[in-house]
């Protein structure tokens, strides 16, 4: 906003309003990781012909991104003409210049230097900056839905994604998709290398390709020692792939093994829990030729949650099953052997109930109501059913007794070197990081309902945008929880009290309403900043507060 307010005949003053917010923290921390001038030292570009560099054209979509306004890709001058350029990206940048010809052209040179290989460059000299050990790396996938059939009706083309249908994490099978791959780090929730797949692409697949590409490399560049996944990671290929590279997933309950010994040990687990949230059986095991350490895990929580989803499900069933027994029973047969028959075939199909005291009865029929003469014989004779519908309770305690149970297996034998404990909290709260970030990537205020380019090669380089937004934030995150612990200093909370380890979105909500005012195009000031915003901007460093601090 900008108005000309008039002292008197001879003097005037102009002045602009522009919105700050939380941006600060976002540009304050791309230029902690120097995310900028890895980009420009990475892509060769034409400074000449280049007012925005591909690197300054990545921080204004991380801005963007971060900016949780759904404000899509080419309307990225409308986003920026009211925040403070110059102190976000620098100066000479303006509005104008952020359009869709520039950051396609950056979405171009992204890809064509290769997504997976430049982020990876961007993380690893991120997580050194940050000081992350990433022994533990997570690995899972998401789908993102796309509106428009893009090359969904072309053959594949080699390093390019085949953006199509396959299965749905979002229950949008009627929609073409792209599929996520994640591997993230165990301390800030970093992502250390992503990919972007074809939207039919299985993760049991797309795990054992990034298993035999990439992990080894990860070793070297990150010091990676453990990759972690669900039980798509658990096949016999991709297992021997992984050789002595350490390794913790879920086992599939499909299997057989898997079904037998959990049948056999969680009544036992059930019962010695107790109290106890966690309780667990230790067992060695040779799957595929490699030896192989075995969690049984039984947890309260899963039991509770099991029991209430299976008497929902055990009660409608039941409901269907007596309202089909009650239909049965009133129909009439014209022999035994039909009725017997009908009746055999309604207990075969019971999975949950079964019928008590089943029998077959025969009915006479006489010609005049009333009770029949003495002697007088049936005009016909039928059969009918009866009997009671009764609850299998064995049933349901055994399907609670399964679904309360897991096992997560690991290569790793010593104990001494991952603990059994360590090992379940690893699988159990470890892969929530991975699965926060997805839930992150596909909030509605993020850019990931920005999947509309129509060049499937910009929406690859698009996911790695979306993949750096979320390694800001988790950096921002990680950064505002160490120094508030390393100082042992505190942060407001929602609700008025104090927490060491308050969440990002919760800061960036904080520092809502933060504006910057510039008068006469010389002096600004910044508006709104409490004691709280300067407390936490002074803990992250110089930089932060010399993006907030008034200037003549």
Excluded at 130 to 146: A, I, V
Excluded at 279 to 302: D, E, F, H, M, P
Excluded at 403 to 423: H, P, R
Excluded at 470 to 497: D, M, W
Aim: proline residues 2%; aromatic residues 8%.
């Amino acid at each position: 906003m900008n108005t000309t307010i008039s002292k008197n005949c001879s003097d005037t003053v102009d002045y602009a309003v522009q919105d700050f917010d939380h941006l600060g923290l976002v540009a304050g921390m791309v230029d902690e990781l120097k995310i900028v001038e890895i980009i420009d030292a990475i892509i060769v570009q034409d400074h000449n012909q280049r007012h925005v560099s591909v690197g300054l054209a990545v921080k204004a979509m991380i801005l963007n991104g971060l900016g949780f306004i759904q404000r899509v890709l080419y309307l990225m001058p409308m986003f920026f003409m009211n925040k403070p350029l110059e102190r976000l990206l620098g100066r000479g940048i303006t509005a104008e210049q952020l359009n869709d010809d520039v950051l396609g052209r950056a979405l171009d040179a992204i890809y064509k230097y290769g997504i997976g290989k430049l982020y990876s460059q961007i993380a690893a000299k991120v997580v050194k900056i940050l000081g992350l050990t990433c022994k533990f790396g997570h690995l899972d996938s998401t789908s993102l839905h796309t509106d428009g059939k893009h090359n969904s009706e072309d053959e594949p083309v080699v390093d390019v994604i085949h953006i199509t249908k396959g299965y749905s994490r979002d229950h949008r099978p009627d929609l073409n998709q792209v599929v996520l791959q994640l591997i993230t780090e165990n301390q800030a929730g970093i992502p250390i290398r992503m990919a972007a797949l074809s939207g039919n692409t299985s993760d049991q697949t797309s795990f054992r390709e990034t298993i035999s590409n990439h992990v080894e490399q990860m070793k070297v560049d990150v010091g990676l020692q453990y990759i972690i996944a669900d039980s798509a990671l658990y096949s016999e290929s991709t297992l021997q792939e992984l050789g002595d590279f350490g390794w913790i997933t879920r086992v599939p309950e499909t299997t057989t093994l898997a079904k037998e010994i959990i049948k056999s040990v969680s009544g036992e687990l059930m019962a010695e829990a107790g109290e106890e949230e966690i309780v667990y059986r230790v067992l060695c095991i040779t799957y595929g030729g490699v030896n192989q350490r075995w969690l049984v895990v039984y947890t309260k929580s899963a039991c509770q949650r099991s029991r209430k989803t299976l008497q929902k499900q055990h009660v409608k069933q039941g409901d269907i099953d007596f309202k089909a027994f009650s239909i049965l029973k009133r129909i009439e047969f014209a022999c035994a052997e039909d009725a017997q028959s009908a009746l055999q075939a309604f207990v075969k199909k019971l999975t949950l109930t079964m019928v008590s005291d089943g029998r077959i009865i025969e009915c006479n029929h006489f010609q005049k109501k009333g009770r029949p003469g003495k002697g007088e014989l049936p005009e016909r004779v039928s059969y009918r059913i009866e009997g009671e519908l009764a609850s299998k309770i064995d049933v349901h305690q055994n399907e609670l007794q399964r679904k309360s149970c897991f096992i997560i297996a690991s290569n790793e034998l010593d104990e001494q070197s991952l603990s059994n404990e360590q090992i379940i909290d690893l699988y159990k709260k470890g892969q929530q990081k991975v699965e926060r970030g997805f839930r992150f990537i596909k909030d509605p205020m993020f850019m990931a309902a920005s999947l509309f380019l129509k060049s499937a090669k910009r929406i690859m380089a698009l996911m790695m945008i979306m993949t750096l937004c979320l390694l800001v934030y988790s950096a921002i995150e990680y950064r505002i929880r160490q120094v508030l612990q390393q100082q042992k200093k505190t942060f407001p909370n929602q609700v008025g009290k104090t927490t060491t380890c308050p969440t990002a979105r919760w800061v960036f909500q904080f520092f809502s309403g933060i504006r910057l005012l510039i008068v006469s195009q010389s002096k600004e000031i910044v508006l709104n900043l409490n004691e709280h915003h300067r407390d936490l901007l002074s803990l992250l460093g110089d930089n932060y507060l010399a993006l907030y601090e008034n200037s003549t």
